[in-house]
Nanobody, 116 residues
Framework: VQLVESGGGMVQPGGSLRLSCAAS????????MSWVRQAPGKGPEWVSA????????YYADSVKGRFTISRDNAKNTLYLQMNSLKPEDTALYYC??????????WGQGTQVTVSS
C-alpha cells in the first residue's frame, strides 16, 4: 500500500487549498478512504471519509461546510478541497485507507499552515 499526499502549503486565513492523494499497491476503488490530520502537540483527528463509489461522504463538525472530500477511482486519487481555512486547521494532513486505526495504511502526510 502506497499513499502519497500533495498540495499542502502555507495560506492566509480565509484561503483555500486542494490536497491530493495518489494511491497504489491496492485496489483503490474497493476501499473507503479518509483524511486524518494531526496538529502540533495534539493527537490525530479524523477529518473526513468517503465510501468506495464516492456517493457518501462524512465530515468532522470542525470542517463541515468548509471542506469537501472526493475521489477519482479511474485515477486512483483522493482529494480534499479546503475552503475558508482557519489557523486551527494548521496540521499535517494524512490520506488513510480503511482500516484507519492502523497507521500502516496512512501516507507520509502533507503540511498545511494557515497563518497571516
Amino acid at each position: 500500500v502506497q499513499l502519497v499526499e500533495s498540495g499542502g502549503g502555507m495560506v492566509q486565513p480565509g484561503g483555500s487549498l486542494r490536497l491530493s492523494c495518489a494511491a497504489s499497491g491496492f485496489t483503490f476503488s474497493s476501499y473507503d478512504m479518509s483524511w486524518v490530520r494531526q496538529a502540533p502537540g495534539k493527537g490525530p483527528e479524523w477529518v473526513s471519509a468517503i465510501n468506495t463509489g464516492g456517493g457518501s461522504t462524512y465530515y468532522a463538525d470542525s470542517v463541515k461546510g468548509r471542506f469537501t472530500i472526493s475521489r477519482d477511482n479511474a485515477k486512483n486519487t483522493l482529494y480534499l478541497q479546503m475552503n475558508s481555512l482557519k489557523p486551527e486547521d494548521t496540521a499535517l494532513y494524512y490520506c488513510a485507507r480503511d482500516p484507519i486505526a492502523t497507521t500502516d495504511y496512512w501516507g507520509q502526510g502533507t503540511q498545511v499552515t494557515v497563518s497571516s
